[in-house]
T-cell receptor, first 115, second 110 residues
Framework: SAVISQKPSRDICQRGTSLTIQCQVD?????MFWYRQQPGQSLTLIAT?????????ESGFVIDKFPISRPNLTFSTLTVSNMSPEDSSIYLC????????????FGEGSRLTVL | LAKTTQPISMDSYEGQEVNITCSHN???????ITWYQQFPSQGPRFIIQ???TKVTNEVASLFIPADRKSSTLSLPRVSLSDTAVYYC???????????FGSGTRLQVQP
């Protein structure tokens, strides 16, 4: 299995500012993803974090708004830029372990509130 | 990516068996069927995965008919702690990313 730690677990931010969420995995993983989950809703895939190259974004998400880094196999960051109240959500990091058969592990999420 | 359809909510009582059925009519040949459980304020947690027929682990069973256009998650003897949202997903084995549907909110009552 893989344990995924996210920081911060929650934050309250002002409109127009940016926040970077960190994701650390305790073991080697092949793929890492970022999801967003609004209260009471399902998860929406934002992007696939690619090691050493630009992330692959899903429809409706762009790099200028959600820049993502993945400098090595076990660490990734997601930045929410120029935040508005509509960005208030839970952001979840997930990964596929090299030792698994495709099982996706999730962090506990980072709850972001934009005022 | 194959789209999944499952009931929005289900109610049960402690000790009963719960079966949640999911349809995925457009599943591709190489796709796997995966179920996740999510408690409030936590990330989803893997329950079970299968390709065809029946898979069983210590938590649940997964039944997949020959045409693979649907699957049924079976939770034996549920308890109050099984109250959660259950997601049925089809995993693109190449891409690995999972597309989450609406999920089924299971409420277990005493």
């Amino acid at each position: 299995s893989a344990v995924i730690s996210q920081k911060p677990s929650r934050d309250i931010c002002q409109r127009g500012t940016s926040l970077t969420i960190q994701c650390q995995v305790d073991s080697q993983v092949t793929m890492m993803f970022w999801y967003r989950q609004q209260p009471g809703q399902s998860l929406t895939l934002i992007a696939t974090a690619n090691q050493g190259s630009e992330a692959t974004y899903e429809s409706g998400f762009v790099i200028d708004k959600f820049p993502i880094s993945r400098p090595n196999l076990t660490f990734s960051t997601l930045t929410v830029s120029n935040m508005s109240p509509e960005d208030s959500s839970i952001y979840l990091c997930s990964a596929v372990s090299v030792a698994s058969t495709g099982e996706l592990f999730f962090g506990e999420g980072s709850r972001l509130t934009v005022l | 990516l194959a789209k999944t359809t499952q009931p929005i909510s289900m109610d049960s009582y402690e000790g009963q068996e719960v079966n949640i059925t999911c349809s995925h009519n457009n599943i591709a040949t190489n796709d796997y069927i995966t179920w996740y459980q999510q408690f409030p304020s936590q990330g989803p947690r893997f329950i079970i995965q299968g390709y065809k027929t029946k898979v069983t682990n210590e938590v649940a069973s997964l039944f997949i008919p020959a045409d693979r256009k649907s699957s049924t998650l079976s939770l034996p003897r549920v308890s109050l702690s099984d109250t959660a949202v259950y997601y049925c997903l089809v995993m693109d084995t190449g891409r690995r990313a999972l597309t989450f549907g609406s999920g089924t909110r299971l409420q277990v009552q005493p």
